[in-house]
Nanobody, 123 residues
Framework: QVQLVESGGGLVQAGGSLGLSCAAS????????MSWFRQAPGKEREFVAA????????LYTDSVKGRFTIYRDDAKNTVALQMNTLKPEDTAVYYC????????????????WGQGTQVTVSS
């Protein structure tokens, strides 16, 4: 069973950048599609970005396209999310998630979750 640990959250001003990282315990990391979700206070957890197990397919929610980039390093068992031009509405707890099989946007399809890391964007 894969375990996921996020890092890299923090406080940043609007327009700034942050990079999140998620480390996986599983040596067969390359069998997992990976994703990032986020949850703002009082809101549902929502999809942000995902990457297939091969790295050839990436998905983004519309609000982050052109600003966020997801990528993976299978040699280090990590997936990262580079966030640029951050906005106050990006403030949330960001979660890394993993699933065997095809990459997707549905949170119910992901069986493995990290504990989350807080991202706060000040205006």
């Amino acid at each position: 069973q894969v375990q996921l640990v996020e890092s890299g959250g923090g406080l940043v001003q609007a327009g700034g950048s942050l990079g999140l990282s998620c480390a996986a315990s599983e040596r067969t990391f390359n069998i997992y599609a990976m994703s990032w979700f986020r949850q703002a206070p009082g809101k549902e957890r929502e999809f942000v970005a995902a990457i297939s197990k091969t790295g050839l397919t990436t998905l983004y929610t519309d609000s982050v396209k052109g600003r966020f980039t997801i990528y993976r390093d299978d040699a280090k068992n990590t997936v990262a999310l580079q966030m640029n031009t951050l906005k106050p509405e990006d403030t949330a707890v960001y979660y890394c998630a993993a699933r065997r099989g095809l990459v997707g946007r549905r949170k119910d399809d992901y069986g493995y979750w990290g504990q989350g890391t807080q991202v706060t964007v000040s205006s």
